[in-house]
């Protein structure tokens, strides 16, 4: 029986048999299954579709509960395309022996795992090939742990069998601290769960007790319930606890009283009366309030360790950025696949369409559209061609690319970006250090108040007085205290990463707050710094523009400077200088053909017989032994939202300063663009360096915002120093702050962030204080139960992480708090 398929306006296109997405009229792709035509959207979902039917799988249709992602087109590829991870060398680092008999096994990171179907195809079809010996999926993770014998199947056939089936992997390989911290949240879960368990356990025999009354149920059934108690109870102590201990412990050692002294306490304590209790027959049993106090407290830093580790810093971020893998290209032209760590500068690769471009370098042929938000912020791609500077990690969308390699592995931005991160998680800021010291000292006080409480309810009600100071010492516990600020600030930092600005020092965030003045350099910050010869003019017969643009180039070639852009293009081998020296806001000096030229300021290059120059604008004055021979236009574009970003500064009371060493025509007209009153040109990097002195030194606190080399002392004499994106390594390194792409905007919404984490440190604060100094008196008059006091101090821990958030969930295109800038477009 033979079926003709129709369609009309009014009738639905069919679903993807695979992905279920739509599928377009006339669409040639499908697969047959059950003697029955079933439609495919793309050569994508036909390649995988066969791949499982042809393998035997397709029981794999009737098992999925959710439909897979759409495959990528290019995913049903033959095995030589993971060829390179056959490379021994790369596989030292993720594969490893697996017993006798030469067995190897890896962990892979596999994408598009939606359901345990998924987890079945992928078992089956792997442990269906010959060589291997096991495969196991963790569904909650998306890994795959799989061990075959390399003499019989490669890792590339593995890799490869995978992507034909719709399920890309590629090896997962944390770095220590990404395997500790791994560890770490195991361990903490499995305490959590022990805790929870035993807690809603011990409150199912605490409750009828409760309920009726101490003896009300009988005398056995008091004793049995007390015992199993005792016997639950004891896993929360002796293993979810043992972090408690251990660090109160460690405290003990290093004579410092941290809260976990007072939480120590208060379980060791409670458990051991309590068993006392139970084993000679008489007492109070507070079994119930041990293991919910270890529940909540547990469950308390649970929240803000995951908080802290989805908002700042996590390991293995550089393997996580830059690609495993690059196409090398020979001297020949041939493609080549290595491991992206073995590139060196110099490199060709060769970066294909849906590829990650595998380290820094220069566009060398072709134009495409880079994704880089995982580096800047800025969710837009941009387009780079020949010529143009590319980051190693950003993902190209469009086009191939040819890339010359400028740095590769531990040298590239990237790698620079993770060490700069390091730094910042690596000190505590002053606000963090105050609350740490009111912390310890609020815990002395707390050991203090409980003594006192214990020996008043000792005259009062003796058998009152445990369960008295045990509620004392829990209800005050200073967790909230301890989380206020470090949550918040770690909060604030993430945001700022997602949102393109790297905070490098730990009291920058706090700095940012208390700003005064923001002072912004001019070539490179507030322009875009790709600066642009627009003139020529020779002043004597002495060289002609062709000439003067080699002898200018030549003194340029060693420069980073933006200005040395521009002559780039005019470089001829025949003409070189040597001797080359770099006068930071006035110029360069250099020997040419055993001639002392000067190229920069006038009154630099010519200072015995300085000329004015022709017009308005950037002009530089070339000199041969202080003679005048050529004056060069220059153009630098202002960026799109410079003037924005001023209004913005301005509009938040901020005073907003130009500060730069160019001509004081060309920061005049720049000043006057941009509605800066305040201004200073042909400033040397001392006299800006005495500048921020003396506004220092009248009260105000100063961010500077710089790009250079002569910018690296007024940076670091700064109270905020806030680099460019396109700043030398140099100023990198001095700055508190460092922009991750060329958006000013980026400034406004790191002073907003600023602020906003200062505010909510300042409430947090202050709800853990009145918290606290609430609870203590109840909880000393005997009106708060151990149970309840539990409770209390996790929702006050809970209260603090939850404010923290807050600065986790503001929208993409502003920044948190009420008060964002309004610049929501930059």
Known sequence: MTAT??????????????????????????ITLDDERRPLCCPG???????????????????RTELPERPDDRQAVKAETWAVFDDPGLQARFVHPDGEGGRVHATLAVDGITCAACAWLIEHRLNALPGIEASAVNLSHHRLRVSWDPERVALSRILAEMAAIGYPAQPYEPDAAQSRLQHEERMNVRRLIVAAVAMMQVLMFSIP??????????????????????????????????????????????????MDVPVSLAIGGAYLASGYAVIVGHGDVYFDSVAMFTFFLLFGRYIEVRARRRSGHSGNALAGALPLSAIRLTEAGEERILPSSELAAGDRVLVKPGHGVPADGVIESGESSLDESMLTGEYLPVTRRSGDRVTGGSQNIESPLTVRVTHAGREARVAGIVDLTDRAFASRPHIAQLAAR????????VLLISVGVAVAWWFIDPDRMLWVTLSVLVVTCPCALALATPTALTAGHGRLHRRGVLITRADALEALSQLDRVIFDKTGTLTSGEMSLVETRPIDDALDAAQARALAAALEAQSEHPIA???????????????????????LEGRIDGRRWRLGTPAFAAPEATPEAPGEGQWLLLAED?????????????????????????????AVELLSGDTESAVAAMAARLNIATWQAAASPEDKLARIRSLQAAGERVAMVGDGINDVPVLAGADVAIAMNGA?????????????????????????????????????LAWSLVYNLSALPLAAM?????????????????????????????????????????????
């Open 728 to 764: 030398t390594d140099l100023a990198r390194t001095r700055a508190d702050a460092v922009l991750l792409g060329p958006r000013l905007g980026r400034i406004v919404e790191a002073i907003a962030t600023g602020r906003t984490t200062r505010r909510i440190i300042r409430q947090n």
């Open 626 to 654: 202080g003679a005048p021979r050529a004056w060069f236009a220059l153009h630098d574009r202002l960026r799109d939202d410079a003037r924005e970003t001023v209004e913005a500064l301005q509009a938040r009371g901020l």
């Open 438 to 445: 009111m912390a310890h000292h609020f815990v002395l006080q």
């Open 565 to 587: 852009r521009a002559f780039r293009t005019f470089r001829e081998a025949a003409v070189t200088a040597d001797e080359v020296l770099s006068r930071p806001g006035q110029g």
């Open 5 to 30: 398929a129709t369609s009309s306006p009014t009738t639905e296109a069919p679903g993807c048999y695979h992905c279920g997405n739509r599928v377009p009229a006339g669409a040639p792709w499908s």
């Open 45 to 63: 979902c036909e390649a995988v579709a066969h791949a499982i039917v042809d393998g035997g799988l397709a029981s794999y249709y009737r098992f």
């Open 209 to 258: 007790i409760y309920v009726a009354g101490p003896g009300e149920l009988g005398a056995d059934f008091d004793a049995l319930f007390h015992w199993l108690s005792f016997a639950l109870a004891t896993p929360v102590v002796l293993f979810s606890a043992q972090p408690f201990f251990a660090n109160a412990l460690r405290d003990l050692k290093t004579r410092t009283l941290g």
């Open 782 to 826: 005997g009106f708060v139960p151990p149970w309840l006091a539990a409770i209390g101090m996790s929702a006050s821990s809970l209260v603090v992480v939850g404010n923290a958030l807050r600065l986790t969930r503001a929208g993409p295109g502003r920044p948190a708090g009420a008060d964002s800038p309004r610049l929501v477009n930059a």
